[in-house]
């Protein structure tokens, strides 16, 4: 089956948002294992956005609309595909009850204009919107679908996954099954090299490699004519990328994040964690608490962004600071003492780096970042050299102090727990 | 003059990455007043980008691709087009030079493959690249114009920038001066409410809004025959938006950030400035953080998770902790008080809220955030509800803080100085 895409809206064509629909889209789509050929974005104009439909519907079988649902006259998408499938648009009276509710919770009258969006194509299945107030739609005609999204991602998203998905699958002949591995702390090259056999490999299951800063992500897809055969070809395909990657696999979960990882481990192991940046300036510490729950291990951190502030703070020594300078091993290691010393908290994560535009040498280039960590008072500090703007260094070093963490608190239950790490 | 873009990758279809490209090349073409209707992805096959390049030219002048340059044989963006205009491939002896250079910086041989991207259409003009090995390409033939591309935003963007740009303007009659205006602490609505001649005017400039995360930007356009007499009918609108607006305006320079904006009015005023965060976990030190030159004015900051840390770091009393819980009023002013004398800044801002999924009351719901900023002791602490997931919750809260700092100082020297802040 071959679907594709058509993102109707101006500000798209005024480069005013970034189309995460279409990014969003595209992967559902893989992962249900429907080829998609074309994007396409047109403005809110009804000559130009009928051709669309057409060319589309002429060489894909299902075209899938998003935006141009609104309540005003520029709002023509649900208009224009009725028309190409000569389909006439009478008024839906649940439709028309979800509107009044959705304006009774907040206490306010609807729109006259609004009833507009309760208007749908004759015989087409309506897709309910418990977000917002543009009714989604999903209509057929002579083997071909059309299936018309709201433009907001909070609205699009919960509407795809819980409406469209199902209807997709049945159209589909074959289930496709398909599991994120994500691992850490190993390069995309390395993974490449390791997994050669599986990622080249034209067998049943693909392995296909992403790179995300620090991380590597392979996404496993099979299809088979059930779930459970598709399963059953999956997992030895997983455990063989388990074996060959070693504890750098961090999760088969598609919603587990690198921080996520981390906390879960600090959490199963109760361990307390605090965070002592420089040119990181509290970014460490964000990503950790945009993890729920993180609370219980997580109590505080420090952004010791000045050398007053790394003395003051965590007792890096004045001594140490102008024999080696701020970024060094030698004041990581004291921002980490510092932080299990007098911030009591069993594993400590300390970077300290030029993150630039200014301040490198030759010596001590921008990029240049010491990132340590310790457990209990085992500390590692690592060297790393990123390359990039003052952002994306900084983007990497959290990345890099993520991964070292783990790496960390796995290596100390290794030697001192005989292997006995909670996981 | 109509322009459109096509962008070539797989791995677009696949929803591997984003197509911040698109944003990219829209803006910019919008900045320089060429309409664009269209927006097509299509992946690596012949025949498919064949089909959408005629398509393109059939209803633009001007047909922008980028990626599917590189040196493998699944890169056939170059090929395709230059057949399309039937232009012969030869060896560019200037482009194999960079190359070789190329390779040769980083202490490698050039590749046997890498010869292809030396290949340029006859009569074409070369756009070298110098972040990376695809060459870009200008052509013409017949009125039309199309402008290849490399696939990286790190190399799409200079070599727009630096070479399209200046030969889209030769082709342009009229001259279109763009001016981005940037304005905080005061709503969409508002501002459309107060701007509505400006907004809704057919005059020759027109003024677009764009609502951010704590902040309304506005796009001040027009067109004329020369920059000079362009410039004399955008000052006066500049002038009406900030008479409209006050000093809600932080800045006219599109390359200005609000947080850049803050850091300014700190290091002009000689304040320096620490950060007291709860829900917000560093964020707020980090978007400060992000400013080169921040080091003048931000020595440390302070994540206070949990309520021991709010104790303990900066000195709120358990007695008001049991009495309005960590999340009110109290314990807001009481982080604030102790920023400022514990830690002796002269601005401090602290943040308390309940950024969910859990931890919510009826009292007090999931999005209520309590935010408070002190300059030179003056305490203002503000009450807010936001809206969506936790990211969200927590990137509202960023925002209105630095909004809440900038309107704290500018008060604060407006009463104390007699209005003599330095801006």
Chains 1, 2 share one sequence.
Request: hydrophobic share 40%; proline share 4%; charged share 25%.
């Amino acid at each position: 089956m071959i679907a594709e895409t058509i993102f109707v809206g101006t500000e798209l064509l005024l480069g005013n948002i970034v189309n995460t629909n279409a990014t969003y889209l595209a992967q559902e789509l893989a992962k249900l294992g429907i080829s998609s050929y074309y994007q396409t974005v047109v403005g809110d104009n009804k000559e130009r956005l009928k051709g669309c439909i057409e060319t589309a519907l002429s060489r894909s079988d299902i075209v899938i609309l998003s935006g141009g649902l609104g309540p005003t006259q520029d709002d023509i998408t649900k208009e224009t595909a009725a028309e190409v499938f000569g389909m006439e648009l009478l008024p839906d009276e649940s439709c028309k009850a979800d509107l009044l509710a959705y304006f009774a919770g907040k206490n306010m009258q609807m729109p006259e204009c609004n009833y507009k969006q309760a208007m749908i194509p004759k015989g087409a299945t309506v897709l309910r919107n418990a977000n917002g107030t543009a009714p989604g739609i999903y209509m057929e005609k002579d083997g071909k679908i059309q299936i018309l999204l709201p433009g907001p991602p909070v609205e699009l998203r919960p509407m795809f996954a819980e409406q469209v998905i199902p209807l997709l699958k049945k159209e589909q002949k074959e289930v496709i099954v398909s599991v994120m591995v994500k691992a850490c702390g190993i390069s995309e090259s390395d993974v490449a090299q390791r997994l050669s056999d599986l990622i080249t490999g034209c067998g049943d299951v693909t392995v296909a490699p992403y790179a995300k800063t620090g991380e590597v992500h392979l996404r496993v897809t099979t299809r088979a004519g059930s779930e459970k055969d598709a399963e059953k070809r999956i997992k030895p395909v997983i455990k063989e990328i388990k074996s060959k990657l070693g504890d750098c696999v961090y999760t088969t979960h598609e919603d587990v994040t690198l921080e996520k990882a981390v906390v879960d481990l600090l959490v199963a192991n109760d361990l307390t964690v605090t965070t002592v940046e420089s040119c990181t300036g509290g970014l460490i510490a964000a990503r950790l608490i945009n993890v729920p729950g993180v609370s219980s291990v997580f109590k505080d951190g420090y952004v010791t962004y000045s050398n007053r502030a790394k003395r003051k703070i965590v007792g890096v020594k004045r001594h140490t600071l102008d024999k080696y300078g701020a970024v060094s091993e030698q004041v990581v290691k004291e921002m980490l003492a510092g932080g299990s010393a007098y911030r009591k908290a069993d594993v400590v994560v300390a970077v300290s780096g030029i993150a630039g535009p200014d301040g490198g040498t030759e010596e001590k280039p921008v990029g240049l970042v010491y990132i340590g960590c310790s457990v209990c008072g085992e500390m590692t500090v690592k060297k790393y050299r990123f390359f990039g703007n003052r952002e994306k260094i900084r983007e990497s070093s959290v990345a890099q102090a993520l991964v070292l963490m783990r790496r960390c608190v796995l290596e100390y239950y290794g030697k001192n727990t005989f292997g006995k790490v909670k996981k």
